[in-house]
């Protein structure tokens, strides 16, 4: 057995490749030189220019938050390189056929349907590799329904009064320190707007991917739902396997106006470093959703990658009867540390919201629930449902729960519960004596754990997240 | 920092006594605290104005009358403190055999170095009102029973203080093996003041622990303070906690599983009202396997009053076979008062069964209609309601006596609260 579990433990990480794909990258080091020439290799007008300026001015007078329920060494901001982009993406491709043979390779070794298996998923790629966006397919199919759906460094230029409108109102620069990092210094993200009253015609997917040594990948993605509109949007992310730490600060911003509905998945999967926490994504990210009178947002993820993960999916209830969901399953192992939850935040009448976060802690692993659930005196008639269920698997790991409830409202409901509890000893015997090796068993119960999760998911990413964590459980068994 | 508080930092830095060493420790611990903001974690809804705004001027004296609350057949021996002194003359009380009740400044040196070698040994370090208490105190009422003794009387503590006073108050308690005790601490007063009163309990093994902390200052009064617990191999405790709010109430409960099979269960509740705020802050420490810990936790807050409540269970890594739990329900009275509550799991043992839950939300309107269609007026209905969520604890209580005294003194607060 024990022979069982460290083999399966050494399993290698298995997005670790690094692709040899020449690339201009930027001396690491950050000044406001850096963000000029950030600027201007983007050919961004003046007044992003200014707000990015300005976000590092504020960024500069803010303090590193430390109350995260993780450890880590203190990052150096001055030895991340704040810019890579292949170099044979200078001239864009102007379709797939242009693209560079290694990075389609590349996808295709992370399985993402980039050409003909596409077509059969009916998935619109806007695959991001390191800072730039490297092609987004389907694009006239989805502006045949008035859907942009580009890179963000294309929206400043070709939509910038839509740009001007949204970048920030959800997560304002001042935010937190990664968030204001990020202002400052993202380089490239997606951009999507759903025109009134249309449901996206497919599911819209990016796949991230920090292939440099030495980066740090910042994107920024803003999706914009407009009135009656429906949207779902999948994300999904991987590294390859290096030494060092490399730092991923994302900011990521929803806007469900009236009756839109706009569903968030994702699957990510960085290098979480090796067994001893060397290497690996310090993993830490900004995203949040503002729904307006009706409207819906609904964040599904499956974390299993991330040396370091500090993520909270929120959503603002601004108007009468939206409607917040947050599915998670976080899954740590080896020495990886997880900090992640949500804040449902409601201020409209009759808001509702449901929280439902499956914790599974293996190895040396610690793993964290940390929610915000608020009541303001507005919220007449509020529903909050919190349940967050741990699962812990071998003696050596770590797993917390840390809710916040706060409420102002004496007709706002909320109900918090949390339980926390190991493999049982009988689950296991019933399985076994039905003939199901340890580890099939354990694989079975842990998928049952995060069923209610894994249905939120659509097919496609479904599957991969089942398969993702059966891989991860591999000799977990004790 | 507030100037009556550098001013007897300063004080305290001159006396020189048994406690020097300790009080030598918490100075300079406390040199390096930085003042609690909103945005320390443990005082992120509870505000220090009141503690900052404190002016100490000379305490007004005390009318013996008005002292110590009547509880009729509550046989209790009391210990009294007033504004901080420790008024009781010991040498009155006639004390059952194997209890012993001593000031540690009048005892030999051999009990002080054994008084010093507990102090703070229980109480975490990390609360910076602990610590100015480690700084402040000037002597320590010391509580033991001797191995297989059970008390028959309850002990009561009180701490009363008038206008002006400022107090601080420490007492060890220390149960040996198979001994038995009921410990019932009062604070009271509702002129503004300001006291931190902690308390420690080295709970022996085998040993029972009945204790009761009545937190019902009111008013102006500010009071920071804790109860903190140890239990050895199958100890046993029972805890219940009232509290009143006030301008400032702050108590901290740490139950710590030091010995395996031990058992602790705590029941509080709390009732505010006005501009009342009260900030329960309990952790449960289990450092050793086979341990259990019950917790439940009931809070109303009517008008403009403000609950916090953090409840942190911390499992240690072996400290497997654990069952804790903790169950907090919290009633909102009006959509200007606000609860808010924390319940924590902090866990690194993997067989465990460990739980919590938390629910804020108004009276049953269901359960209103149904009092009301059997023809009781609705604000009567609704006093009833609320008793009976805080009534299903005060029947916990294992003091029957306790339980009669506060019945009335609950029926009284909730029909105040019904009158806004």
């Known amino acids: 057995m024990t022979d069982q579990i460290?083999?399966?433990?050494?399993?290698?990480?298995?997005?670790?490749?690094?692709?040899?794909?020449?690339?201009?990258?930027?001396?690491?080091?950050?000044d406001e030189n850096v963000i000029r020439r950030i600027s201007t290799m983007k050919n961004e007008p003046e007044w992003m220019l200014e707000a990015r300026l300005k976000a590092f001015k504020v960024w500069q007078e803010m303090e590193e938050p430390d109350w995260a329920h993780v450890d880590y060494e203190k990052i150096d901001f001055q030895a991340i390189s704040y810019f890579s982009a292949p170099k044979s993406m200078k001239d864009k491709p102007k379709s797939l056929d242009e693209v560079d043979p290694e990075l389609i390779r590349t996808y295709e070794k992370l399985g993402i349907p980039l050409i003909e298996q596409q077509m059969l998923a009916g998935v619109a790629v806007d695959a991001v590799f390191d800072s730039v966006s490297v092609v987004t397919t389907f694009r006239e199919k989805l502006s045949e329904a008035g859907v942009i759906f580009c890179p963000i460094s294309e929206a400043i230029q070709n939509h910038p009064e839509l740009v001007k409108k949204y970048l920030g109102s959800v997560v304002p620069t001042k935010d937190n320190y990664y968030a204001a990092l990020n202002c400052a210094v993202f380089t490239d993200?997606?951009?999507?707007?759903?025109?009134?009253?249309?449901?996206?015609?497919?599911?819209?997917?990016?796949?991230?991917?920090?292939?440099?040594?030495?980066?740090?990948?910042?994107?920024?993605?803003l999706i914009i739902a407009d009135e009656g509109s429906h949207v779902s949007y999948l994300e999904g992310c991987t590294a390859p396997q290096r030494d060092e730490n490399q730092l991923h600060a994302a900011v990521v911003e929803l806007v469900a106006l009236d009756d839109a509905e706009i569903k968030y998945?994702?699957?990510?999967?960085?290098?979480?470093?090796?067994?001893?926490?060397?290497?690996?994504?310090?993993?830490?990210?900004?995203?949040?959703?503002?729904?307006?009178?009706?409207?819906?947002?609904?964040?599904?993820?499956?974390?299993?990658?991330?040396?370091?993960?500090?993520?909270?999916?929120?959503?603002?209830?601004?108007?009468d009867n939206s409607v917040g969901e947050f599915y998670s399953v976080a899954l740590t192992r080896g020495a990886q540390q997880a900090d992640t939850g949500t804040k449902m935040i409601h201020l409209g009448k009759n808001t509702k919201s449901t929280i439902i976060s499956k914790g599974i802690s293996a190895g040396r692993s610690n793993n964290s629930y940390r929610g915000l659930v608020r009541m303001n005196p507005g919220a007449d008639g509020a529903r909050n449902f919190t349940q967050c269920d741990s699962l812990l698997i071998g003696d050596q790991c770590g797993a917390h729960t840390f809710p916040y409830v706060e409420s102002r409202n004496p007709s706002a409901i909320v109900e918090h519960e949390a339980t926390t509890s190991k493999v049982s000893d009988d689950q296991m015997f019933l399985c076994q004596q039905r003939g199901l090796d340890p580890e099939k068993a354990v694989s079975m119960i842990v998928n049952g754990f995060c069923k209610e999760v894994f249905k939120e998911l659509p097919m496609e990413f479904a599957v991969e997240a089942g398969k993702l964590l059966e891989i991860s459980l591999e000799g977990s068994v004790g | 920092?507030?100037?009556?508080?550098?001013?007897?930092?300063?004080?305290?830095?001159?006396?020189?006594?048994?406690?020097?060493?300790?009080?030598?420790?918490?100075?300079?611990?406390?040199?390096?605290?930085?003042?609690?903001?909103?945005?320390?974690?443990?005082?992120?809804?509870?505000?220090?104005?009141?503690?900052?705004?404190?002016?100490?001027?000379?305490?007004?004296?005390?009318?013996?009358?008005?002292?110590?609350?009547?509880?009729?057949?509550?046989?209790?021996?009391?210990?009294?403190?007033?504004?901080?002194?420790?008024?009781?003359?010991?040498?009155?009380?006639?004390?059952?055999?194997?209890?012993?009740?001593?000031?540690?400044?009048?005892?030999d040196s051999a009990k002080q170095a054994d008084v010093l070698s507990k102090f703070s040994s229980i109480k975490p370090e990390r609360h910076v009102f602990g610590l100015l208490n480690d700084a402040l105190v000037q002597d320590v009422l010391v509580i033991e029973v001797a191995d297989n003794v059970s008390v028959a009387p309850a002990l009561r503590l009180t701490s009363i203080l008038s206008l002006a006073a400022q107090a601080h108050t420490r007492v060890l308690v220390v149960l040996g093996e198979h001994a038995k005790l009921t410990v019932s601490e009062h604070y009271q007063g509702n002129e503004e003041s300001?006291?931190?009163?902690?308390?420690?309990?080295?709970?022996?093994?085998?040993?029972?622990l009945e204790h009761y902390r009545f937190a019902l200052q009111t008013g102006k009064a500010v009071s920071l303070g804790g109860s903190h617990f140890q239990l050895a191999e199958r100890a046993d405790l029972n805890s219940t906690l009232v509290g009143f709010g006030s301008d400032l109430s702050r108590v901290d409960v740490d139950m710590v599983h030091a010995g395996e099979n031990a058992f602790a269960k705590m029941n509080a509740f709390y009732l505010l009202d006005g501009k009342e705020l009260f900030d329960l802050h309990a952790t449960v420490e289990h450092a050793v396997p086979h341990g259990t810990t019950e917790e439940n936790i009931r809070i109303i807050a009517a008008d403009q009053a403000k609950a916090v409540f953090n409840g942190r269970i911390h499992i240690h890594r072996d400290a497997q076979k654990t069952l804790a739990e903790l169950n907090n329900r919290n009633l909102l009275m009006s959509n200007k008062a606000e609860i808010n509550?924390?319940?924590?799991?902090?866990?690194?043992?993997?067989?465990?069964?460990?739980?919590?839950?938390?629910?804020?939300a108004e009276i049953d309107k269901k359960a209103l209609y149904y009092m009301q269609s059997r023809g009781i007026s609705r604000a009567k209905a609704q006093v009833m309601l609320n008793f009976g969520f805080i009534n299903e604890l005060i029947d916990q209580m294992p003091n029957q006596e306790l339980a009669e005294w506060l019945r009335p003194q609950m029926r009284e607060k909730f029909s105040q609260m019904e009158v806004k």
């Not at chain 1, 460290?6 to 950050?30: C, I, N």
């Not at chain 1, 009134?196 to 991917?209: D, I, N, V």
């Open chain 2, 1 to 107: 920092m507030s100037e009556w508080l550098n001013q007897a930092i300063t004080q305290a830095q001159g006396v020189s006594d048994w406690l020097s060493p300790k009080r030598d420790l918490a100075l300079s611990a406390l040199a390096d605290v930085r003042w609690p903001t909103r945005k320390t974690e443990a005082w992120k809804y509870t505000s220090l104005r009141p503690v900052e705004k404190f002016s100490k001027t000379a305490p007004a004296s005390f009318s013996k009358a008005s002292s110590l609350t009547q509880i009729d057949g509550f046989e209790c021996l009391d210990l009294v403190f007033e504004n901080g002194q420790f008024v009781t003359d010991l040498a009155e009380l006639t004390l059952p055999e194997g209890l012993s009740i001593q000031l540690a400044s009048q005892a």
């Open chain 1, 265 to 319: 998945s994702t699957v990510q999967n960085w290098y979480p470093g090796d067994e001893n926490g060397k290497g690996g994504i310090y993993n830490f990210v900004t995203k949040r959703g503002i729904c307006h009178t009706n409207a819906k947002i609904s964040w599904t993820q499956v974390e299993t990658g991330s040396a370091v993960t500090w993520k909270y999916p929120s959503c603002v209830l601004k108007g």
């Open chain 2, 341 to 360: 509550t924390k319940p924590e799991l902090e866990i690194y043992a993997d067989d465990v069964r460990c739980a919590h839950g938390a629910t804020v």
């Open chain 1, 6 to 30: 460290d083999k399966a433990l050494e399993r290698e990480y298995e997005a670790g490749f690094v692709s040899d794909v020449e690339s201009d990258t930027f001396e690491p080091g950050l």
């Open chain 1, 189 to 221: 993200g997606s951009f999507v707007y759903i025109p009134k009253g249309t449901r996206c015609p497919m599911e819209l997917s990016t796949y991230f991917r920090i292939n440099e040594q030495n980066t740090g990948q910042f994107e920024r993605t």
């Open chain 2, 194 to 208: 300001l006291n931190t009163g902690f308390v420690e309990y080295e709970i022996g093994a085998d040993a029972r």
